[in-house]
């Protein structure tokens, strides 16, 4: 069975996009809002993580405008939402629970941000036996400056070590027209060294 997880799609995000920081895809809510629709429309599951600092002046705090959900990731009645502390929505929380819980196997991932938290759940579903697909225009990206980093060569990269050896990697259209992937196989991961 599969289940659609958007990831962190919160205010805080929308901030950061209008602020004018450097990112890729800051159209990903449009995309996630059409396959969370499709989702719907299927008869499958929607799942909503969410990011919930602990300390009061984190922008995801419970009490911040940052964590309220974007407009692209408002549960629906009846659809599971799911508050997370790490980096991965899968290791801290109830989702893990849920999804073996519903006997669901396949995970579409969308949200954000792709090198940290939808990065780190893509992996941890691998190493723990799911079947993911990554939506990669439906991810959002941003820069590190600090670092010297570009929006897009961070971005490329992750898509790039995930698709490699840990998921599935598609578009938006490809996902639509087909309905959803289904898994070919696990992943081994064979090109870890």
Excluded at 107 to 132: K, P
Excluded at 139 to 150: D, K, Q, R, W
Aim: proline share 5%.
């Amino acid at each position: 069975m599969e289940a659609l997880i958007i990831i962190d799609m919160q205010m805080e995000m929308q901030r950061r996009m209008d602020s004018g920081a450097e990112c890729v895809n800051a159209d990903a809510p449009e995309r996630i809002a059409a396959i969370a629709a499709h989702f719907r429309q299927t008869g499958r599951q929607v799942l909503h993580v969410r990011h919930s600092g602990e300390d009061p002046a984190s922008p995801f705090h419970p009490d911040a405008a940052g964590h309220v959900p974007m407009p692209c990731a408002q549960a629906m009645e009846g659809e599971a939402v799911f508050q997370k502390r790490t980096s991965s929505a899968l290791a801290s929380g109830d989702l893990q629970a849920h999804l073996k819980r519903h006997g669901i196997t396949d995970l579409v991932i969308t949200g954000a941000v792709a090198g940290f938290c939808v990065n780190s759940t893509a992996r941890q579903a691998a190493d723990q036996g799911f079947a993911a697909t990554v939506v990669r225009d439906a991810v959002i990206g941003f820069a590190l400056p600090e670092a010297g980093l570009s929006a897009r060569t961070i971005f490329d990269v992750t898509m790039a070590l995930l698709e490699a050896d840990f998921t599935q990697v598609t578009d938006t259209s490809a996902l639509l027209a087909v309905g959803a992937p289904q898994a070919v196989g696990r992943p081994d991961h064979s090109a870890i060294t």
